[in-house]
Structures are given as structure tokens and as C-alpha cells.
């Protein structure tokens, strides 16, 4: 296995450059770390680039080699500088970007985002839309990146098996979506208590807006219904992720 050892190295460089969007686009490439991470990308059939692993750890990058990476053995300072961790998990890859699924395609379950901006929030929602069985993310303007390295550890993988749609005009998005038959729930402070609403149907699309602000008042107007989560103790209101949680649960349940 080949070793670099500076810094300067243009492999290095380009690979530290993924952490962010703009060396993201510039390169078609992701950054995966971690070797749950890498696996979970490879066996969901993401395309495997180059592989950076600490030199003491050169035999877990066998199994990826299999897989068609080139790896190359770096010290531990190399790979802190270009994972994003503050404690690298001694190996991390380059995969091809990931392309969104189109709106023409969007699956029967979708939970959309309207300004969701905490990437740790974006990354939990879609990792519970896993497990809960939804089958899409939707994407509005504002909100944190769907590949950045951030929203791709906090999803677990998730990221790598539920596709996601990306749209400038997320109203319009919804729109669409509602006259070809799904329905729009909005979360909203100002919605009707979510236990009582109706039936939404088979073709849903749960919305959840931005942290502070809550969603639009576009997205509003693209909505079937309005629902707010019933506070039944002092809080006025729940984290995203975690009122996107329950109402997911309970749209399955149902």
C-alpha cells in the first residue's frame, strides 16, 4: 500500500476539500468516515474512490480495496486534517456524489424539509425516516446540506438507503405532489391537534420547517392540513427531530 505522508499532497488536499460543499460540487465526490460509515455506503452501492487509513490500521482497508479503492496508508495527523471529526476513526473515503431522485419519481411516503438548517436534526430525521418506513427526503431552499459529512454521521447509513429529492421551490414542489395525490401535513404551532386530524391516504408527505421559524407561510398554503403536536406540560414546542420522530411513527402506525 502506498504511504502519504504530507499535508501538501494534492490527494489529501482534494479529499480535505469535500468537507464542504463548494469542494463537494468542484470534485462529484463525498466524504465517508468511519469504517461502520464506509461499509454501509459500499453496501448500499455508492462507487468507491480513494481511501485514507492510519498506518497502524492498514489491514482494515482490505475489504474496500475489494471494492475497487485505491488506499493509501497515512499518519494519524493527516487523516485529523482531513476528516471533519475531532477524533478521526482511522480510515475515511471519497465515494461518487450521489445524485437526488426526481420529484417525478417521489416515492409514497416523504418527509420534506422547509429550512431545516441544524445538520444534526436533518441527519436524525432521516435516519428515524428509515426506520420508520418512510421512503423519501424532500429538500427545500435553506436548508443544511443532505451530503455534508455532518447530516451523513447523524443519519447512520440512512443517508445511503433512503434517497432524497432536492427543490428551490419547495411550495411549488408540494404542489405538485399534492395534484398528483399525496397528501401535505404540515407541522405548524398553529395547526390542529395532530391525534385528531383525518386520514391522510396512502400518498403522504410529512413537512417539518426550520427550527425557529417553522415553515413557511408559502409552504402553508401548499398544505392539506395543519397539525401541531398536543403540549401538554410548560414546553411551547419540541425539537424538530424529535416532534418529526413521533408524527412519523404515528403516521405508520396508522
Known sequence: MERITSMKNPLVRAMKSLRERKGREAE???????????????????????????????ADAQPFEAAGARCFAVPGGVLEAVCDTRTPQGICASFDLPSPLPLADAPARVVALDGTQDPGNVGTIWRTADAAGFQGLLFGAGCADP?????QRAAMGSGF??????????????????????????????????????????????????????????????????????????????????????????????
Open 147 to 151: 451530503l455534508s459529512p455532518k447530516v
Open 28 to 58: 462529484g465526490r463525498i466524504l465517508v468516515e468511519g469504517e461502520v460509515m464506509l461499509r454501509e455506503a459500499v453496501k448500499c452501492g455508492l462507487t468507491i474512490r480513494d481511501l485514507l487509513v492510519e498506518e497502524s490500521r492498514a
Open 161 to 254: 438507503r433512503v434517497p432524497f429529492m432536492v427543490s428551490d421551490d419547495l411550495p411549488a414542489a408540494l404542489m405538485d405532489l399534492r395534484d398528483r395525490g399525496w397528501s401535505v401535513i404540515a407541522s405548524d404551532l398553529a395547526g390542529a391537534d395532530f391525534y385528531r386530524r383525518p386520514a391522510p391516504g396512502e400518498k403522504l408527505v410529512l413537512v417539518i420547517g426550520n427550527e425557529a421559524r417553522g415553515i413557511s407561510q408559502a409552504v402553508r398554503g401548499a398544505a392539506t392540513m395543519l397539525v401541531k403536536l398536543p403540549m401538554r406540560g410548560g414546553a411551547e414546542s419540541l425539537n424538530a427531530a424529535v416532534a418529526a420522530g413521533i408524527m412519523m411513527y404515528e403516521l405508520m402506525r396508522q
